[in-house]
């Protein structure tokens, strides 16, 4: 059980939660791709993964080889702040570049969303352990939720699978990490609301 837990512990990393959100959204909401010829969506793609994989994924190698983290998973509270306002910079210089790019409204949104909600974990940080990994999950489900009720372009049966990999992926972090139930439900709540509301706040624009 603990392998498998391990498995989907690296799989769903929250580093790569806002590019897999933005390949699911292009793929379940024809209305935020319609428009964009395919080279250009893979364009995009490739921008959000170096900008919020790749480089917060070396700055922290970086990190761990001057000793600042003990671990790329970071056990620690304390050692998670420096991280996370690294990779918030990076996520800030993304989504100023999508501005410079066509993309539709919903995409804007759900990345302000994802960094709403990575702003609000670093403060959080501060004081309590909060779980990164069920932020990025539940970012994903609030993005999809706040598309389906803006758009009606999927059912919301094809987001079970999705659903399903929330409540596996938060039963690993019980099982892997020293993270409460509190603490993975808190970042579920936190990453859902945060994408949700800033994709949902468009019905009154």
């Known amino acids: 059980m603990r392998p498998l837990a391990h498995t989907l512990n690296l799989l769903l990393h929250p580093l790569f939660m806002p590019l897999l959100t933005l390949v699911v959204a292009f793929r379940m909401d024809p209305h935020i791709s319609f428009f964009m010829p395919r080279p250009f969506q893979l364009i995009t793609f490739a921008m959000v993964f170096v900008l919020t994989v790749l480089f917060p994924l070396t700055s922290t190698l970086l ?75 539940g970012g994903l489900l609030g993005a999809l939720t706040g598309l389906l009720l803006l758009h009606h372009t ?30 993975v439900g808190a970042g579920a709540v936190l990453g859902f609301l945060c994408t949700y509301t800033c994709v949902a706040h468009l019905l009154f624009l």
């Open 63 to 137: 990190l761990l080889r001057s000793g600042a983290v003990t671990s790329l998973s970071m056990p620690h509270r304390q050692e998670r702040i420096v991280p996370f306002l690294m990779t918030l910079f990076y996520f800030t210089l993304c989504y100023y570049l999508l501005h410079r790019t066509p993309q539709h409204e919903a995409t804007f949104a759900m990345f302000l969303g994802a960094l709403v909600a990575l702003f609000l974990t670093a403060l959080i940080t501060l004081r309590w352990k909060i779980s990164v990994h069920m932020v990025g999950i």
């Open 154 to 183: 999927f059912a919301p049966l094809q987001m079970a699978l999705f659903i399903v990999l929330a409540g596996a992926l938060g039963t690993a972090r019980l099982l892997t990490s020293d993270h409460t139930p509190a603490q």
